[in-house]
């Protein structure tokens, strides 16, 4: 069983100029008294009071202008910010698909990568050979297998690490936009097998300005607005809300 | 399952240090993680050079072998003695400093990790360690037969230096993560970083012996971690008496700065994301 819950989650950014960043400045500005309006840190608060509960089955699907903390909630998911505020427990093993290329190496090969991929996602070396044969057959990249993944043009590349990403099967799946890679026929055949993946997986977390695959996939839509939760339902009930917001 | 909860509560420096002990512990976890990372870096840099590691090997010999020949002719002192020592102790200096100047720059260059799923920090810089010692052991093979091309006799007290090797791992481990912390924070430090290593490898008895300082400069020597630190490795190996007060000083450098600086890792193990 996989679960999410977030209870009164909130995260506040230190916002790092050149003065902060310098030792030397953060020295002498506590020497002196000048440079002082430059000290203070600015924070932002990226997320605010967040209260959210994902179960099996849930298909979450986020909206919300640039900015409102989409990004910013799928990296709490992912375990990459620790929240400033609140609690949050995930139990299952999730999976990010922020960035499918994620541990490759172009110096390698793309039998190489295959291994490095897979472990970066957290599976063992033996797992990773026992997928390779099956994503090297989705890739259909044949003998450039054997080549560096430098020589490969952008959507080879882009093939190679979608094939990859989406051979495991995780118990949460956390996207910022829907994933995809390589020509028109390969895009139909790996758009399949996204979509099969999304619905086997037990919770999928996606985030997307892409209204009609939001429509498609997801049965529960969270709106997001200047980092808190504005409203939560299904799509029917949210997005009409969240549209007439937007050409307010 | 994973509970993640706010930093905002208050904690004490114990609280800290038990949470950066775990992260300590957590890191070996990820050691598959480590071991691509840390041989990553060596495939990078010998991808299309047939003979890979041997540059390396090759420079460091006649570096070595050069200023071994130059110094037991300015202080009159026999090859035979001065080169062991030179070849052993460059080693291991370049062992110390590599690992704090890749720990500069190691949380930097793993930002896109750290951005897009949870990566331990510990891990990351086990990966330095791990490759440092890996280029160790091949950077030693050419000191290894200097020492025995001139008649020194590995014995069971050479066998002391793998000792000294894994203090010297440990105190690697907690300088790494104070260095690596500081300089994500702090971009100026990267600089000032390497001119101190610079500034401390002339204050270390590396190329010439703290036997013929005068007796009023000994205490550069004597106050020096670093001096310990090589001392340690290097001495069992060419057959130089280590003093006891060497290994207790080693204890105390590699234990006693872990548990020292475990509360500075657990307070800022998790805010590095927020620096890169």
């Not at chain 1, 500005?29 to 089955?57: I, M, S």
């Not at chain 1, 620790?82 to 949050?88: D, K, L, N």
């Not at chain 1, 490095?116 to 797992?127: K, N």
């Not at chain 1, 020589?151 to 936009?177: K, Q």
Request: aromatic share 12%.
């Amino acid at each position: 069983m996989a679960h999410i819950r977030l209870s009164d989650v909130g995260v506040e950014f230190p916002i790092h100029n050149s003065h902060s960043r310098s030792l030397q400045l953060q020295v002498f500005g506590k020497l002196g008294g000048k440079l002082a309006q430059h000290k203070q840190a600015v924070f932002v608060q990226a997320l605010q009071g967040v209260n959210l509960e994902f179960k099996d089955g849930d298909r979450v699907g986020i909206i919300g202008h640039n900015g409102a903390g989409k990004t910013t909630l799928l990296r709490v998911l992912a375990g990459v910010y620790e929240p400033t505020f609140g609690t949050m427990s995930v139990e299952g093993r999730l999976s990010s698909f922020t960035d499918i290329t994620l541990g490759m190496d172009p110096e390698a090969t793309g039998l190489e990568n295959i291994i490095f991929r897979c472990v970066f996602m957290g599976l063992s070396f033996a797992e990773a050979r026992r997928l390779s044969p099956s994503i090297q057959q989705f890739s259909e990249l044949g003998e450039f297998l054997r080549l560096p993944v430098r020589t490969y043009s952008t959507g080879m590349f882009l093939r190679l690490a979608f094939a990859i990403s989406t051979s495991i099967e995780p118990d949460i799946i956390v996207m910022d936009e829907m994933i995809a890679g390589g020509d028109a026929r390969f895009l139909e055949k790996a758009t399949a097998r996204l979509t099969n993946l999304m619905e086997r997986t037990k919770i999928l977390v996606l985030a997307t300005h892409a209204i009609p695959i939001m429509q498609d996939l997801c049965n529960k839509v969270v709106w997001l607005d200047h980092g808190e939760v504005r409203k939560i339902g299904s799509f029917e009930e949210v997005q009409p809300l969240y549209l007439a917001s937007m050409a307010a | 399952m994973t509970i993640l909860s706010g930093a905002g509560q208050s904690r004490n420096l114990i609280d800290y240090a038990i949470l950066g002990w775990r992260d300590i512990v957590d890191g070996a976890r990820y050691w598959r993680l480590c071991h691509l990372l840390a041989t990553a870096d060596t495939r990078r840099r010998f991808a299309r050079s047939r003979l890979g590691q041997f540059w390396i090997m090759l420079s460091s010999a006649i570096y070595i072998t050069a200023i071994g020949i130059v110094w037991s002719q300015l202080w009159h002192q026999p090859p035979q003695e001065i080169l062991p020592y030179v070849a052993v102790g460059m080693m291991v200096w370049q062992l110390i400093s590599s690992i704090i100047i890749d720990a500069t720059t190691a949380l930097q260059v793993s930002s896109n990790f750290f951005l897009n799923q949870y990566t331990s920090t510990a891990a990351i810089l086990y990966a330095v360690i791990y490759r440092n010692l890996f280029i160790f052991s091949l950077n030693m093979i050419f000191p290894l037969l200097i020492c025995l091309a001139f008649g020194i006799r590995f014995d069971a007290f050479s066998l002391m230096s793998l000792v000294g090797l894994l203090l010297l791992v440990i105190t690697g481990i907690w300088i790494a993560f104070v260095v690596a912390i500081f300089c994500a924070r702090f971009r100026d430090i990267v600089q000032i970083v390497s001119s101190i290593v610079q500034i401390i490898f002339f204050l270390t008895p590396v190329l010439w012996k703290a036997e013929l300082l005068p007796p009023e400069s000994r205490v550069i020597v004597d106050w020096n971690p670093f001096a310990v630190l090589v001392s340690i490795v290097r001495d069992p190996l060419v057959g130089r008496p280590v003093p006891t007060i060497h290994w207790a000083a080693a204890c105390l450098l590699a234990f006693g700065g872990l548990i020292a600086t475990l509360p500075f890792f657990g307070r800022y193990r998790r805010r590095i994301v927020y620096w890169l």
